[in-house]
């Protein structure tokens, strides 16, 4: 398939684009997502704003940004608008048995000393807070299975946390790419662990059912707490999640963990954390290329030259060393590992394993990944330009070379890709493109109804809507989707009705049931969404 040029039947003056942030945006949306998450955005990383904004406002119907920032003030119906934007900040790229060094370290001493310490009960309480999709949770279950001969026999908890719903749901599926398996661990054992379904590897469950996932909001959430399961636990996983929090929240969380785990308890955190001093509770516990933490009885004394960290009063400015004692602090550290690469942060602080200008490249040494597989998982995890450059690849290859992808599939997901980079016309032509090549295409119409409702198309979006209800009538996200729509072209009654419909599917899901297609959406939240629109709009038609 060629590029071409497409010109659309909007006028130019019509077209609109995701709105830039200016500086009053990065402010009020900062300050928003810190009150809500704790997450901080400096200007350093105002890029990484804005790029998660402008990727859910594109999944949005809001006009512009006031709209949308009104939206997510609406007690009333911000609960899925909140989920989608918390979605696109904290993306969220694993693998298995990441940093070699802490693996090995829980290994050969953490996890069987945990296990003598515990064979009297045969029980073992572990938390990955920050679980993204599951590989971090599953590593530490397949670890144990490693170990103990007796496994079965053991009472295990392994709580995989996260505030990310659509990770939480890669991970409950439990199904990965060749992507997930870089680390030489993870090749050995994927036979052992994992069934071969097409281009992917399944979990086994006997895995699977080792770890419990839900999602928790570190700075929110109550820990420890029964409620919460987060109480008398042995060991606590939290690693590259607290690097973007400011410091204040650090110790708040630092501390929290603390009083989760029990007496000897260890947390392991990511290389990059904050200062040591947050760390102060615990005993520090050096192993080759990993730095690990123990709750004891007594704060780790802190060397003579760092005393002047921990000093929080105006006084202790007057103790801030000079250059020479500065020199005698960085000595005096411990050895930080390097990484084997160095890769970029991103929005949560979990880090994906290539920078994006490398991505084909390393593609190419792994031969057998699949790239439209890989194109999608890029999406997922909130790189638009690299996938849309991989899929732009592919078609220049030709289908043939596609491993065997549908051609509209391939279109489809470069629509997707154009519009979350609020391109709308070239998002337009390749959703139009999916179209013509699969009539059937129902990602392809659901994707082009927004573009166009933001090129401000109201009725040819409502049009390619209700071919999205046509093909699946019980695709919940079509008739939630053209109720909004109904609702901006002013045809209330309409988007009433289809809000009753999308309500009336939902009836037999569970609260915490992922809609599928819906970027981690659950049902629960979705129907209190519904529940307080239909009220809403309800007194909007009476006053009609």
Known sequence: MKARSVTSSTPAHTQKTVPSLGYGDYLRFSKLMHERYGL?????????????????FAASTCADLNEYYALLHDSDSNTV?????????????????????????????????????????????????????????????????????????????ILGTDVNTEALDRARQAVYSEWAFREERAKQWRARYFRRRSNRYELIPEVRRMVTLDQFNLVEGAYPSYETNTTLMDLIMCRNVMIYFTEPVSR??????????????????????????????????????????????????????????????????????????????????????????????????????????????????????????????????GHSEAARDLLLELVKAGPRK????????????????????GQWEEAERWCRDAIRLDILALDAYYILALVLQHQEQLD?????????????????????????????NGQLPQALKSLDNACRLLNGWTEDAFIPGAGGITAGSLRQTIIHQQQKWGAEATDL
């Open 40 to 56: 901080h955005f400096p200007d350093k990383r105002r890029g990484d704003l804005e790029r998660g904004v402008r990727q859910a």
């Open 81 to 157: 608008h909140f989920e989608r934007l918390i979605n696109a900040l904290t993306i969220s790229e694993t693998h298995f048995f990441r940093d070699a060094g802490q693996i090995d370290a829980l290994y050969s001493h953490v996890l069987p000393q945990l296990i003598s310490r515990r064979r009297a009960l045969r029980t073992l309480r572990i938390w990955s807070a920050g679980c993204a999709s599951g590989e971090e949770p599953y590593s530490i279950a397949m670890l144990l299975r490693e170990l103990l001969h007796d496994v079965d026999e053991w009472s295990i908890t």
């Open 252 to 381: 708040q969380i630092v501390g929290g963990f603390y009083e989760s785990l029990t007496h000897g308890g260890w947390l392991v955190v990511g290389h990059a954390e904050h200062s040591l001093t947050i760390y102060r509770r615990f005993k520090v516990n050096n192993f080759p290329n990993a730095i690990l933490y123990q709750r004891g009885d007594e704060p780790t004394p802190l060397p003579q030259d760092w005393e002047w960290l921990a000093a929080p009063d105006a006084k202790a400015t007057d103790k801030k060393p000079g250059f020479s004692e500065k020199t005698r602090f960085l000595k005096a550290s411990p050895p930080k590992p390097e990484p084997r690469s160095k890769p970029r942060p991103e929005a949560d602080g979990r880090h994906p394993a290539e920078p994006e200008p490398v991505y084909i490249h390393a593609l190419k040494r792994l031969g057998r990944v699949d790239p439209f597989e890989r194109a999608r998982e890029l999406l997922a995890y």
């Open 402 to 421: 596609a491993l065997g992808c549908l051609p509209s599939a391939t279109c489809a997901l470069l629509g997707q890709a154009y519009a979350n980079l």
């Open 460 to 488: 040819e979006a409502i049009d390619a809507m209700k071919k999205v209800v046509y093909i699946d009538r019980h695709y919940v996200l079509g008739h939630f989707g053209l109720a909004d729509l109904y609702r901006n």
